[in-house]
């Protein structure tokens, strides 16, 4: 397996450079399976790889609720902090 090349920002701004990298990745390991289940021909293994596909997409639907999460409480707080800044008001 590959070393992690993403660094974390610290700094995220309605986002996660982490996050999307590691939905990228889970991604790409679905496509991967399934191009591997389109060429297996052994009941047992498609079973399993069908578990795997399965799975890993329960992971994708995580990360992107949880990216959603962080765009959604990203934009309350500039919603806040913009009411603040609003000195016509």
């Given amino acids: ?40 021909n052994i009941p047992e293994v498609s079973s399993f790889m069908t578990g795997l596909v399965e799975d890993k997409r329960k992971v994708i639907l995580s990360l992107i609720h949880k990216l959603n999460e962080i765009h959604v409480r990203s934009q309350a707080l500039d919603g806040i902090a913009s009411s603040f800044n609003n ?3």
Wanted: net charge negative; with cysteine; charged share 35%.
């Fill in 87 to 89: 000195i016509d008001g």
């Fill in 1 to 40: 397996m590959d070393e992690i090349d993403t660094k974390c920002q610290h700094a995220c701004k309605n986002t996660c450079a982490t996050l999307n990298e590691a939905l990228r990745r889970e991604t790409a390991m679905v496509r991967f399976y399934e191009s591997v289940l389109d060429e297996c």
